[in-house]
């Protein structure tokens, strides 16, 4: 990733058009937001555009225009993301690498043309590079928009950016839901890097919010994962940091900590009234406080 965003400043400086290749949710409108924001374009929004979203007949409206100014008019000066290029059809194809030649903007009901200087950043799940061979892609807007391809790499690739992506996240979800949002604990980090994330940071973003929703603290904890996603996360961890009853068992022991030391927090440190409160026996609960490595200065 430190590669990877070498090659950002640098491509944010220029007026290229930029190509980002990965699988979905890895990043890429994360990245195209950053290329923007670097560019000397910065003072304009960056529109967006998902190709997948939109009809082909209202995706040809939305770019260049109809009764009102497609999205490559109202860019002037600015610059456009198209999300899942590679579902445009071919007769918008032939349009956009019409406007990428001449720079001109070419209403589709009055035929009028209008200049606009925008800056195209694309992404793509698909190989385009396949899909050119396949025919479903015009080489010629191909080589249009592969003058500066940067491919992210799936988060199950870069487990060692965790730590900067889950703090990255926690920063928007502290604005968004109005709510001081610090860290993860560390079991709660060992329990995401068994997860192979297959939604990667899209999955991440949602299963830290719904976490976020359930914590009670800034702290972020193995035990706020909601049921709901503890199978999906158990199923889609694929053994990578160990079988499926070390990550139960992991899972479980961070489950038991966290209610160890909340019920010792309520009840003064108290060992036998704490013992109490959870069920179980004192002797049972100070093995556990010795097995699960927990402070108490209580008796």
């Given at each position: ?87 445009m ?22 035929g ?36 500066a ?18 703090s ?48 009670d ?18 199923l889609?961890s ?20 966290d ?8 009840m ?32």
């Amino acid at each position: 990733m430190k590669e990877i965003r070498g090659v950002v400043k640098r491509v944010a400086a220029t007026p290229s058009a930029v190509l980002l290749l990965g699988e979905t949710g890895c990043g890429k409108e994360y990245l195209a937001e950053e290329i923007h924001q670097l560019s000397d374009r910065s003072f304009q929004p960056l529109f967006k555009v998902n190709c997948l979203a939109i009809s082909s007949m209202a995706l040809d409206t939305e770019l260049f225009g109809g009764a009102k100014p497609g999205r490559l008019e109202l860019a002037d000066r600015g610059a456009l993301f198209l999300d899942e290029i590679s579902e445009m059809n071919m007769e918008t194809q032939v349009r956009l690498l019409s406007y990428l030649e001449s720079g001109l903007v070419t209403n589709p009901l009055s035929g009028e043309k209008k200049r606009s200087d925008v800056r195209v950043i694309a992404a793509s799940r698909k190989d385009l590079a396949k899909e050119v061979k396949d025919g479903r892609f015009r080489e010629d807007l191909f080589y249009h928009l592969n003058v500066a391809p940067i491919t992210l790499p799936a988060l199950r690739e870069r487990k060692e950016d965790l730590p900067g992506i889950v703090s990255f996240f926690l920063r928007r979800l502290s604005g968004k839901l109005n709510k001081t949002l610090e860290n993860v604990d560390p079991s709660c980090m060992d329990v995401f890097r068994t997860v192979s994330w297959p939604g990667n940071l899209r999955q991440l973003e949602h299963v830290l919010e719904r976490m976020a929703l359930l914590a009670d603290g800034p702290t972020l904890r193995s035990s706020d994962i909601p049921l709901d996603l503890r199978s999906e996360i158990d199923l889609s961890s694929g053994g990578e940091a160990g079988n499926f009853r070390e990550i139960v068992r992991r899972q479980t022991q961070s489950l038991e900590k966290d209610l160890i030391e909340k019920a010792l927090e309520e009840m003064d440190g108290n060992i036998t009234r704490t013992a109490e409160h959870l069920g179980i026996s004192r002797k049972g609960l100070q093995l556990k406080i010795k097995e699960l490595g927990i402070k108490s200065s209580g008796t």
